[in-house]
């Protein structure tokens, strides 16, 4: 029995739920098995194979069924031509760059984001390779115009930003990239595809780490990239089959699992975290609050354009309060996890302290050390007295 193609007449919703599930031929079953065989029966004569090819009966490291359901799904969700799933969000990341950039190449990225494209760019790339790249607040479309050189391959920019929350404008940045023969990457990490569409704004690519809201209950690592075909087989054959930074079956398949929920998880989590940036502001010991969804948020007018159901789960505030205090009112929370990563079910806090060395390129409130907070699916009632009894025994409120 062959499903009908979801992609063109059903909402994200139903998508989220169909797009690459199929009835298992074999067996019957409604769901689609996982299959964790490393190597697949040739052919009669397997002479005229292509050993570099991305088909997916041959070897998995070349391609599986797991990860090709999950690519056909998050090119429908992103609204892109194709996907490439890969093992992590750095292994997508890094596999773009190396796709995309040679020597001579220039490159426009944002001042923040991951702190892997930091080291990729300004450091491996760069120095190992030859590539030039120029660090701009891309918040500012003059800075991004003034950055551009003849030579410029790629702007790349990471919106909301990690750790910042900082808001760049797709739409603007894109009609600006093409202006100039250049491709513009977002990574989408912190809105996912139920917030933030990029290539619908105008972008070339779409990277998403899949082990932040995507699969959303913090047990597997995943990355992608999404948009045209003719690229996306560069980097199939690059990073997965040559650099072999392949997904593993049983990770796509989680990941299949968990993004059936995406919608319904990111509505909870925009709801929380906005309800949790409002109880902030009112807390007399919290500096500053970081959060595209509030009012006083400096790009929230650029933030209400182009994230359509709301600003994701993540925010960053500050506390009027020394090293020790940050370190201790996170011993007193119970619901919340101090641990890094974000997207997850739960709630996870970190302080990120005043020795990072790319503080330089932050506002000035984010110079003293600050919590990144990734907002979980709980109660938000329970989060909020969660961060109220904490700061009742820091004698913060
Ligand atoms: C976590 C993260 C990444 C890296 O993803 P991994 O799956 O940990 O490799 C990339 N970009 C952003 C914005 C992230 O938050």
Request: proline letters at 3%; aromatic letters at 10%; glycine letters at 8%.
């Amino acid at each position: 029995m062959a499903k009908r193609n979801f992609d063109d007449e059903f909402g994200f919703q139903t998508r989220a739920v169909h797009t690459g599930n199929d009835v298992d031929s074999e067996t019957g079953a409604i769901k689609r098995p996982i299959t964790m065989a490393n190597s697949y029966e040739l052919p009669y004569d397997p002479s005229d194979l292509n050993w570099s090819s991305a088909g997916k009966n041959l070897y998995t490291r070349n391609g599986g069924s797991n990860q090709q359901y999950l690519q056909e799904k998050l090119a429908s969700l992103e609204g892109g031509e194709d996907c490439v799933v890969l093992a992590s969000g750095v292994a997508a990341l890094s596999g773009l760059f190396f796709a995309l950039l040679k020597s001579g190449d220039h490159v426009v990225f944002s001042s923040v984001t991951y702190i892997a494209v930091y080291r990729l760019l300004n450091e491996l790339l760069k120095d190992k390779f030859g590539v030039e790249t120029t660090i701009v607040d891309t918040t500012d479309i003059e800075k991004v115009k003034a950055a551009i050189r003849p030579n410029t391959k790629l702007i790349h920019i990471e919106t909301p930003g990690n750790p910042t929350l900082s808001i760049s404008d797709i739409e603007k940045i894109a009609e600006l990239a093409h202006a100039n023969g250049a491709l513009l990457s977002v990574d989408n990490t912190f809105a996912s595809p139920f917030n933030q569409r990029p290539i619908e704004l105008g972008a070339d690519f779409t990277v998403e780490s899949l082990t932040k809201y995507i699969n959303g209950h913090g047990d597997a690592m995943g990355g992608a990239i999404i948009g045209k075909k003719e690229y996306l087989d560069i980097i199939r054959a690059q990073s997965q089959i040559n650099l072999g930074a392949t997904i593993s079956p049983f990770n796509a398949w989680l990941i299949m699992r968990g993004s059936v929920t995406l919608p319904l998880r990111m509505k909870q989590h925009n709801e929380n975290a906005l309800k949790v940036a409002r109880y902030l502001k009112t807390v007399k010991g919290v500096s500053f609050v970081a959060y595209p969804g509030l009012e006083d948020h400096p790009n929230h007018d650029v933030a209400v354009k182009q994230m359509k159901n709301g600003f994701g789960g993540v925010l960053s505030f500050g506390l009027k309060a020394d090293h020790d205090t940050y370190n201790r009112f996170v011993t007193h929370l119970k619901v919340i996890t101090s641990a890094v990563s974000l997207g997850h079910d739960e709630s996870l806090i970190v302080f990120l302290g005043e020795n990072d060395e790319r503080q330089y390129l932050y506002p000035e409130e984010f110079h003293n050390g600050f919590f990144r907070f990734s907002v979980g699916i709980e109660d938000a009632e329970d989060i909020i007295e969660d961060l109220r009894q904490a700061f009742e025994k820091e004698k913060l409120l």
